[in-house]
């Protein structure tokens, strides 16, 4: 099992920026990926962007690529989220996961662990 908790979230303007963290604990040894996703009031869960745990690599979905940014800590088991040029449309839940076998990032149904998720509010 893996835990994940998310933090970071809050209220900003547009434009502004906010980073998010999600610390992992328990059987981290087990990770290729972590990655992030959102869900905004009615609408599906979409993919945000990942990080390999080893070589750190990243891979961004396009509607955030060049605005956020995707790190980790491997000696603290965290993985940040860095927002800058923040919209309105940004405004979602942010939840990250953990990804334990090779499968398609950009899908839910790669990922074995979820955390609970951390309001992010973009006001215009």
């Known amino acids: 099992q893996v835990q994940l908790v998310e933090s970071g979230g809050g209220l900003v303007q547009a434009g502004g920026s906010l980073r998010l963290s999600c610390t992992a604990s328990?059987?981290?040894?087990?990770?290729?990926?972590m990655g992030w996703f959102r869900q905004a009031p009615g609408k599906e869960r979409e993919f945000v962007g990942t990080?390999?745990?080893?070589?750190?690599?990243?891979y961004y979905a396009d509607s955030v690529k060049g605005r956020f940014t995707i790190s980790r800590d491997n000696a603290r088991n965290t993985m940040y989220l860095q927002m800058n040029s923040l919209k309105p449309e940004d405004t979602a839940i942010y939840l990250c996961?953990?990804?334990?076998?090779?499968?398609?990032?950009?899908?839910?149904?790669?990922?074995?662990?979820w955390g609970q998720g951390t309001q992010v509010t973009v006001s215009s």
């Open positions: 328990g059987r981290t040894f087990s990770m290729i990926s």
């Open positions: 990080i390999t745990w080893t070589a750190g690599r990243t």
């Open positions: 996961a953990v990804q334990r076998w090779v499968g398609d990032v950009i899908k839910q149904t790669s990922y074995n662990y």
